[in-house]
């Protein structure tokens, strides 16, 4: 069983797939022991799967599923099933991490156990102006109240499960519906609403690069 498991749900994505496998493989530097990876291929039809392939051995306790359900709700659901991790996180195969920000995250989850560690996204269109600066994990708690207000607010963090950390427990839960987009804001708020036990990460880790055919 690892401590944090790390899915990612990839669909023709060639072109971005292997940038985003080895900004994890930095990310999470010498924490594999504490990781698994879990990896959708869903349905694509160019050279996804031979990037997964290539990469699977390079990943801790990774693993793939090929999947024909053309549909990202039902793909997220089915690796949250397979996933051990104590905590879960999401990442899309055509976005970034920044170096060393999983293996501190980690730390940071095992010290604290909060039921979700949230953390701001840093939405970029320009690729040229990605860093790999990173000052560690400094969150600052939360109450739930003040959580909730951030968030109709769309201040600081929205409705993603990419890049936030929650425990297994809330995904068990607040299972993820079949839907092809939205899926994560079907199931954030309600995940918001059972946390008691949470922190805000204000310097970002995740790079959600907005592309001309999202």
């Given at each position: 069983?690892?401590?944090?498991?790390?899915?990612?749900?990839?669909?023709?994505?060639?072109?971005?797939?292997?940038?985003?496998?080895?900004?994890?493989?930095?990310?999470?530097?010498?924490?594999?022991?504490?990781?698994?990876?879990?990896?959708?291929?869903?349905?694509?039809?160019?050279?996804?799967?031979?990037?997964?392939?290539?990469?699977?051995?390079?990943?801790?306790?990774?693993?793939?599923?090929?999947?024909?359900?053309?549909?990202?709700?039902?793909?997220?659901n089915?690796?949250?099933?397979l996933?051990?991790?104590?905590?879960?996180?999401?990442?899309?195969?055509?976005?970034?991490?920044?170096?060393?920000?999983?293996?501190?995250?980690?730390?940071?989850?095992?010290?604290?156990?909060?039921?979700?560690?949230?953390?701001?996204?840093?939405?970029?269109r320009?690729?040229?102006?990605?860093?790999?600066?990173?000052?560690?994990?400094?969150?600052?708690?939360?109450?739930?109240?003040?959580?909730?207000?951030?968030?109709?607010?769309?201040?600081?963090?929205?409705a993603?499960?990419?890049?936030?950390?929650a425990?297994?427990?809330?995904y068990?839960?607040?299972?993820?519906?079949?839907?092809v987009?939205?899926?994560?804001?079907?199931?954030?708020?309600?995940?918001?609403?059972?946390?008691?036990?949470?922190?805000?990460?204000?310097?970002?880790?995740?790079?959600?690069?907005?592309?001309?055919?999202?």
């Amino acid at each position: 069983m690892s401590f944090l498991s790390i899915i990612i749900a990839a669909h023709n994505a060639e072109n971005s797939l292997h940038a985003t496998l080895e900004s994890l493989q930095n990310a999470i530097e010498d924490a594999g022991d504490d990781i698994e990876v879990i990896i959708f291929n869903d349905s694509s039809d160019d050279a996804t799967q031979d990037i997964i392939e290539t990469w699977l051995p390079q990943l801790p306790n990774a693993q793939s599923r090929y999947v024909e359900y053309r549909n990202v709700g039902h793909v997220r659901n089915s690796a949250v099933s397979l996933a051990s991790g104590e905590y879960i996180t999401m990442l899309d195969s055509d976005d970034l991490l920044k170096p060393g920000s999983i293996r501190d995250a980690i730390a940071f989850l095992q010290a604290e156990r909060p039921d979700m560690l949230l953390t701001r996204l840093l939405e970029i269109r320009d690729i040229r102006k990605i860093t790999s600066d990173w000052q560690g994990v400094t969150p600052v708690p939360l109450s739930q109240s003040d959580a909730i207000k951030r968030f109709l607010q769309h201040k600081d963090f929205q409705a993603h499960l990419i890049g936030q950390f929650a425990h297994r427990k809330l995904y068990e839960s607040n299972p993820i519906p079949a839907m092809v987009c939205y899926e994560d804001f079907a199931v954030f708020p309600g995940m918001l609403m059972q946390s008691a036990k949470i922190y805000y990460q204000r310097q970002g880790h995740y790079y959600y690069i907005k592309r001309s055919d999202s």
